[in-house]
């Protein structure tokens, strides 16, 4: 699988809200600006002065608002005195100079830019502000503007905030079929061998939604067999499942004191790891 899979799968990103996605660390999305691809990203600080704009997005009323930056060489050179200038002359020098700017931002929004003037207005408190190379530049928000950002495939699953996120995972021994009577049978002090153990390495289930092993992750799906894991709780990071994805290794041989037997999803049993005359086995110390 690959991370943008992992993490569709997962409910706290899959189901997250456009603006959440947007206000997320890891938040990057692939632009153009002019020649050049690259990646909009919020910007670490939120200029305080600023050209401010009013434009249309397909007649919806939004600020664009420009932070000072050499890439734009004559507003640079007359930024401390631009409010001398005329209307007019600034708005030409923003068409002449910002275009690859505004062309991004439409091509982001999908929606045709139009500039009204500028903005008696500057950015307001949830004005979004994003960086791209060595251009800032805040657009003010909206539902349209949320759900265009605001997009799973635009989160960076190598950021550290996605790569740190901690999911549980239990370690399978072995997985196998029981009759429907032997299981309601099942007593306190039965043994089941569990033929598996140090000749299968064992496998990751992560989230009860991932499976991981020496193929890689794999969605987990309930086959309706029988499931002996470990007891003990273990956790794994998205960055170790994504980097298990992509480099898949058999974990190593366990044999876990305590163990649980799992039926459809729920515990039918706990016991111990044992070995009966050399052979592993799953000894029920109590039933659920």
């Known amino acids: 699988m690959k991370p943008h899979e992992i993490l569709s799968m997962l409910p706290q990103w899959a189901d997250a809200a456009p603006e959440a996605l947007l206000d997320s660390p890891a938040w990057a999305m692939p632009c153009r600006l002019g020649e050049d691809s690259t990646v909009l990203r919020t910007a670490d600080v939120k200029p305080c002065d600023t050209l401010n704009l009013a434009v249309l997005l397909d007649g919806e009323s939004h600020v664009l608002s420009i932070a000072d930056s050499p890439r734009f060489t004559d507003i640079h050179a007359l930024w401390p005195s631009r409010a001398d200038v005329p209307e007019p002359i600034l708005l030409a020098l ?112 992560v989230d009860g939604r991932f499976v991981v092993d020496e193929n890689g992750v794999l969605p987990f799906k309930d086959d309706g067999r029988l499931r002996v894991v470990g007891v003990e709780a ?55």
């Open 94 to 205: 923003v068409e002449k100079e910002c275009g690859p700017l505004l062309q991004l931002v439409e091509n982001a929004v999908r929606r045709q830019l139009k500039i009204e003037g500028l903005a008696t207005e500057g950015p307001d408190a949830r004005t979004l502000f994003a960086q791209v190379n060595d251009v800032v530049f805040g657009l003010t928000r909206s539902s349209t503007v949320e759900a265009a950002f605001g997009q799973l495939r635009f989160i960076d699953c190598a950021h550290q905030a996605v790569r740190d996120t901690v999911l549980p995972c239990e370690t399978e021994l072995a997985a196998f079929t029981l009759p429907a009577a032997d299981l309601a049978s099942l007593a306190v002090g039965d043994a089941l061998l569990l033929p598996e153990v140090g000749t299968v390495p064992p496998r990751l289930v």
């Open 234 to 288: 273990r956790a794994i990071t998205l960055g170790e499942l994504f980097d298990r994805a992509q480099d898949p290794v058999a974990e190593k041989s366990v044999e876990p004191a305590q163990l649980r037997l799992v039926a459809s999803g729920r515990t039918a049993a706990y016991g111990r790891f044992e070995r009966l005359a050399s052979h592993p086995a799953f000894i029920v110390e109590s039933l659920s």
